[in-house]
Structure formats: structure tokens, C-alpha cells
């Protein structure tokens, strides 16, 4: 992942898109003659092609034959692929797929609505970032907003706010340090003899006194700041899934069984409480209890969003998000829930945990959660 406008600004999210299907064929040269199909979520395609899905497979080297399409569910759009991924294998239309999500926050365009085609003139613009992103058309208000409506309600203040983000920023710079991120990213190549190894996201040396100096990021006197909120970035990921037949049959080594996944919906208002009612109901589906769990990722787009869904299921904070999450590592729209699932796939092996929940909410009022089962260590 890289800053807005930073080094992978040059990056087109279908160029992202490719270099992630590019190293899992690399990772698994059994991927290319077996795939059957690619999922590929995004939140904001304005601006990125007809179909760059199919640009983006092409490219990497995917043969022409292979059906591949994209699925837009705001900042779950990650996780619904992997979802639409298993309901594929589980239906028998796929043995094999590849699901994957991409965001280029540096490359979204400016938009012209065709309305003002008479006034182009004098720039009346919108930002797709803002309009298609970060904007929800049912509630009608930004999402930082429906976030400072919960933390009111709920009484969480600044100061537990910006406590809970500084203890992310800490674990997500030690853990980058002893470089428990390397197995979950790919070199990207900026330039000749030049690579991006790690995260540009992360800022190193931040001190807790900063986070007292940020001013209010929504409304005059909220406790949302840029310190306690994550911000839009660049990114891909991606995941191989496939189904039980096709693995026996192939010998092939999986990290990781998906046990169960649940979709809900609600009020647009109410999207940050929805995530814990979405982990409840996929740990109900999965058969087993909360106990149970040993980890959990949550994708962050606040602080206060956190606080209330780690108090709401009672987990320790030895459990959730223990290598920092989307308000250090940055938040690339919807790639998050992709994001998330990558993490906690490295950190239940690294952990030697039995079962791992990774959980997005999304504007518009949803929540996805999938639970996973390490099939690594012996229980």
C-alpha cells in the first residue's frame, strides 16, 4: 500500500490489479492452468477503464479464455469478492479462483456531471474520491460524521480515541521493524533498480503529543481527527480460493479454510455499529463461539468505530487488530476487507491460533464477516 500521491501514484489501479495476479502465479504456478475465474472488488472505477479487470489479468499473463469481473461494495468490496468467490466454488461452477481488489486513491479522477456541461469553465468539479467514496447518498452526510454521531451517542471521547489509534501506530511499526508484514506483501518495481518493499503507509516516528495537536477533521469540536481517522491510500490484494476436491486432487498446500461468512444490512446511520452484528452472525454459522476465536481484524476507518466493536463482543485487545490496522497501515477504500483477510490469514499462522474473523462495515448500512480456520498447526 502506498500513500495518496505518493510512490505509486504512476500505478493505474488496473497496473495494481496486475502486479498482484503477477505474484500469485508466481507464488503458484498451479494458479494459471487451473483458474476458472477472477473477482476483483473495488469502491471507485470512475475513470479506470472498460472492464480493467480483464486489462489487469491480461497483462499479468492470464490466459484470454478466463471469464473475470469486478463488484463494487464500498469498503467491503475486497471481502464480497472473496465471498462471490466461495459461493462459485460451493455452487460448482468453480474449482479455483482468484480473488483480488485494487485501489488507486492517487488516480481517481475529477468529475463533471452533465448538468454543469455548461459552466466546465469555471472548474465546478467533484471529487470521485468524495462523491463515489467517502459520501453516503442515503444518510446524506460524510462518513466521518456518522462516526462523530456514534462516538457522541456512545460517549467515547477524543483522548480514548487518539489512545487507542497511538497504540496502533506503535504495533504497527514494531511489527513492521521485525518484519512480520513481509510475507503478506510484494515488491513493487517504481523505477529501474528501484522497489517498494513495505508499506509507505506507516509513519516511523510519531510521537504521542501530535495527536493532541490535530484539530477536529469534521465538525467544529468533534474528537474525529486525522490521527484517531485512517486515510484513503493506494493498494491491492489478493487471495487464491479453492474448493476441497480440487485441492486433495492437486496436492495443494492451503493457509487457510474458510469456515463461514455473513452479509447483513441496516440503517446508513447506524453503518459503525454493524460489524460486531456481522461477526456474531458468521461465528454463528461457522458453528462455533466468540471464545473461540483467537483473532480478530477489523478494518478501520475511526478510532471510535473500534473502541465500540471491541467493547460490543468483549474481546481483549491482545486478540483485535494486534499489528495495528487501517489508521496506521491507511485505508484503501475497497481493498480494506481484502486487507484484513490477508493479515489475519499470516497472523493466525504466525500465532499459532485456530480460528481468526475479519470484519468491514460499508456506507450505505452493511457489514461483511468471514471466519477462518488455520490449517497449519495441529489443535
Not at 67 to 73: A, D, S
Not at 116 to 132: Q, Y
Not at 340 to 360: D, P, Q
Request: aromatic letters at 8%.
Amino acid at each position: 500500500m502506498g500513500r495518496a500521491c505518493g510512490k505509486m501514484k504512476l500505478f493505474s489501479v488496473d497496473g495494481l490489479a496486475c502486479s498482484v495476479f503477477k505474484a500469485l502465479i508466481q507464488r503458484n504456478p498451479e494458479v494459471k492452468s487451473a483458474v476458472d475465474g477472477v473477482v476483483l472488488g473495488t469502491a471507485v472505477s470512475a475513470g479506470a477503464g472498460q472492464n480493467f479487470v480483464r486489462k489487469a489479468m491480461i497483462d499479468a499473463g492470464l490466459p484470454e479464455k478466463i471469464p473475470g469481473y469486478t463488484t463494487g461494495c464500498a469498503c467491503a468490496s475486497g471481502l464480497q469478492a472473496v465471498i462471490n468467490a466461495c459461493q462459485a466454488i460451493l455452487s460448482g461452477d468453480a474449482g479455483l479462483v482468484i480473488a483480488a481488489s485494487a485501489e488507486s486513491v492517487s488516480n481517481m479522477p475529477e468529475l463533471v456531471f452533465k448538468r454543469n456541461h455548461d459552466i466546465k469553465k469555471i472548474r465546478r468539479l467533484t471529487e470521485s474520491l468524495m462523491h463515489d467514496g467517502l459520501w453516503c447518498s442515503i444518510s446524506e452526510r460524510w462518513m466521518g460524521l456518522l462516526c462523530e454521531d456514534m462516538a457522541r451517542k456512545e460517549k467515547i471521547s477524543r483522548k480514548d480515541q487518539d489512545d487507542y489509534a497511538f497504540a496502533g501506530y506503535q504495533r504497527a511499526v514494531e511489527a513492521q521493524k521485525k518484519g512480520f508484514f513481509a510475507d503478506e506483501i510484494i515488491p513493487v518495481t517504481l523505477a529501474e533498480n528501484k522497489f517498494l518493499h513495505e508499506d509507505e503507509t506507516i509513519r516511523k516516528n510519531i510521537k504521542r503529543e501530535i495527536f493532541d495537536s490535530f484539530e477536529s477533521a469534521f465538525e467544529l469540536k468533534g474528537t474525529i481527527t486525522a490521527g484517531n481517522s485512517s486515510a484513503p491510500c493506494d493498494g491491492a490484494c489478493g487471495l487464491v480460493l479453492a474448493g476441497e476436491n480440487l485441492v486433495r486432487e492437486n496436492q495443494l498446500h492451503p493457509l487457510a479454510r474458510v469456515v463461514g461468512y455473513a452479509s447483513i444490512a441496516g440503517s446508513a446511520r447506524d453503518v459503525f455499529y454493524l460489524a460486531g452484528h456481522a461477526v456474531k452472525e458468521a461465528v454463528k454459522k461457522a458453528g462455533i463461539s466468540l471464545q473461540n476465536v483467537g483473532l480478530f481484524e477489523a478494518s478501520e476507518a475511526f478510532a471510535a468505530q473500534m473502541i465500540f466493536i471491541r467493547k460490543e463482543l468483549g474481546v481483549s485487545e491482545h486478540k483485535f487488530n494486534i499489528y495495528g490496522g487501517d489508521l496506521v497501515l491507511g485505508h484503501p477504500l475497497g481493498v480494506a476487507g481484502g486487507r484484513v483477510l490477508v493479515t489475519l490469514i499470516h497472523s493466525l499462522k504466525r500465532r499459532k491460533e485456530r480460528y481468526g474473523v475479519a470484519c468491514v462495515c460499508y456506507g450505505g448500512g452493511g457489514a461483511i464477516a468471514a471466519v477462518l480456520e488455520n490449517v497449519n498447526n495441529s489443535f
